[in-house]
């Protein structure tokens, strides 16, 4: 769970899942409206990275739609860098990928 001062404001953290039919560890995030734009899904998505780290996964990926610029960022500020274009639920998807 992220929380602002105290406050439910998102969530963020690791899930086992399989994307373009390879099983991964997926790095997720999601903050509510009015908390968006103060760096919490970054410095959480930092967390979540520094928790697989202590974990000793091999590697993280994150997706989204090509055009979901803002969580793009994200993948980028926690270290993630762009892999390939790939179909998710059948739709054009980024896929970023970080090897620990
Ligand atoms: C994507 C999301 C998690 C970002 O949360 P956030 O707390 O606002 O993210 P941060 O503030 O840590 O970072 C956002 C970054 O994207 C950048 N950004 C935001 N909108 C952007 C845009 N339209 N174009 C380019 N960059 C953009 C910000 O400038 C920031 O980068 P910076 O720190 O270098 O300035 C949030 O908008 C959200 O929950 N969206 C809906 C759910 C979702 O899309 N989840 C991800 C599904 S894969």
Known sequence: MVEDDGAFAGRAGL???HVAGEPVVELAWAIVGPARGRGLA???AVAAVAAARE???EEVVSFT???NLASRRVMEKAGLAFDRDITH???PHVLYRLRL
Do not use: F, V, Y
């Open 55 to 57: 974990l000793e996964l």
């Open 42 to 44: 970054g410095r959480a």
């Open 89 to 91: 639920a059948g739709l």
């Open 15 to 17: 899930n086992t899942t």
């Open 65 to 67: 739609l090509p055009d």
